[in-house]
């Protein structure tokens, strides 16, 4: 016997994708997150609106490219709410930074050695001819 939740659905793991499925997630992303009192729309807060896993999510967007989406779209939403949130202090610094790595952000400096997108040898590799024309060209 399954039991049910105070919005009266009936509380069974989800596994077949259809309409009404595609549109909970919609309705999720659009405005539910924030119904649901949800700061932020997130994998765990859908697949927990959908009743099922989030292996089973992403196993739809595998094969339904109109759920992989809202799954593109929620992660978009869930970035934008983040950088406002963090820049105006809305949400803890902590948190958001870590969530924001999930983005592709982070705090650390890329240190790419390259001369016109080409790699740099380095000076003991050079002969002393090559020195002395890179030291010339330099005080051109």
Same mark, same amino acid.
């Given at each position: 016997m399954?039991?049910?939740?105070k919005? #009266?659905?009936?509380?069974?793991?989800?596994t077949? /994708?259809?309409d009404d499925?595609?549109?909970?997630?919609?309705w999720?992303?659009?405005?539910g /997150?924030?119904?649901l009192?949800q700061?932020?729309?997130?994998g765990?807060?859908?697949a927990r609106?959908?009743?099922c896993?989030?292996?089973?999510?992403?196993?739809?967007? #595998?094969v339904h490219?109109?759920? #992989?989406?809202?799954?593109e779209i929620m992660?978009?939403?869930?970035?934008?709410?983040?950088i406002n949130g963090?820049l105006?202090?809305r /949400?803890? /610094?902590?948190?958001?930074k870590?969530m924001?790595v999930?983005?592709?952000y982070?705090?650390?400096?890329?240190?790419?050695v390259?001369?016109?997108g080409?790699s740099v #040898?380095?000076?003991?590799?050079?002969t002393?001819?090559?020195l002395m024309?890179?030291?010339?060209?330099?005080?051109?």
């Open positions: 399954a039991k049910t939740r919005d #009266k659905r009936t509380c069974q793991f989800i077949n /994708y259809n499925t595609f549109n909970e997630a919609l999720y992303v659009n405005e /997150y924030e119904t009192n700061v932020v729309p997130t765990a807060g859908l609106h959908l009743i896993s989030r292996q089973v999510l992403y196993n739809w967007a #595998k490219p109109e759920f #992989k989406e809202i799954l992660n978009t939403e869930q970035e934008v709410k983040l963090g105006t202090n /949400y803890n /610094y902590a948190i958001t870590l924001l999930r983005h592709g982070h705090d650390k400096v890329d240190n790419d390259t001369s016109l080409e #040898k380095p000076v003991v590799e050079l002393d001819a090559q024309a890179i030291a010339s060209s330099a005080t051109k």
